[in-house]
């Protein structure tokens, strides 16, 4: 399966390979043109089943992390679910649909409109992934400098230590916030040669602006 944009072919992953049994396929590296991943919500199919468990559905942590994977990487997710006989779509799936709905609401800044970084996935964690605009300060834009969304999949759970992200180059005019949260924004130091470090606070769990895969907006990035 491919379809056009205004001036690209975007190809679905499912047309890689011979094996078509790819249903959640997880791309972990930049891929040299736009594609798509069209996946499904259940773990063994495409269409409703009346036996379906609520084990073989994906939770809401494996969504988050396939989403900043296929979008870090260059790609548009497709993710199916599927209704009974009538169009009814059954509570689980709504769930789910209304979980990643507010996700995106909090998150939707480091995922719509962004492109690829230079790096994919951060150097010191595998948990962490990257997408990236062109700065929005007049001064970033000026300078051409890169406004970085680091998705964190898992949160810290030691924050008497300060987050170490080794590929963002900071400028003296980046800040670094986190989506959605209403407080200031975090303290940094940037060591040349052992990488960004980042002063998260301590948030209590009402005030954290999501349940799973938050986002670190860092502005103004050199590279």
Not at 25 to 35: L, S, T
């Given at each position: 399966m491919a379809y056009e944009t205004e001036d690209e072919l975007i190809s679905d992953l499912r047309n890689w390979f011979d094996n078509l049994d790819v249903d959640f396929?997880?791309?972990?590296?930049?891929?040299?043109?736009?594609?798509e991943d069209s996946t499904t919500l259940a773990r063994?199919?495409?269409?409703?089943?009346?036996?379906?468990?609520?084990?073989?559905?994906h939770t809401m942590e494996e969504?988050?992390?396939?989403?900043?994977?296929v979008v870090?990487?260059?790609?548009?997710?497709?993710?199916?679910i599927g209704p009974t006989k009538d169009g009814t779509i059954v509570p689980i799936f709504e769930e789910r649909l209304r979980q990643m709905g507010h996700w995106l609401t909090v998150n939707g800044e480091g995922i719509y409109g962004t492109k690829p970084w230079t790096f994919q996935n951060e150097t010191l964690n595998e948990n962490i992934w990257y997408t990236s605009k062109p700065a929005a300060s007049t001064k970033g834009a000026e300078s051409?400098?890169?406004d970085v969304f680091a998705i964190l999949l898992k949160w810290p759970e030691d924050l008497s230590h300060p987050l170490i992200l080794a590929d963002p180059i900071p400028t003296d005019s980046t800040q670094i916030s986190l989506l959605g949260y209403e407080g200031p924004v975090f303290p940094w130091i940037h060591h040349v040669g052992s990488g960004l470090e980042i002063n998260l606070p301590m948030i209590h769990a009402t005030s954290m602006p999501c349940e799973w895969a938050w986002v670190l907006k860092l502005t103004d990035i050199y590279n």
């Open positions: 396929f997880q791309v972990e590296v930049k891929q040299d043109r736009y594609f063994h199919g495409w269409s409703f089943r009346r036996n379906i468990q609520l084990s073989d559905i969504i988050t992390t396939l989403i900043a994977q870090s990487c260059g790609g548009n997710l497709l993710l199916n051409g400098l890169t």
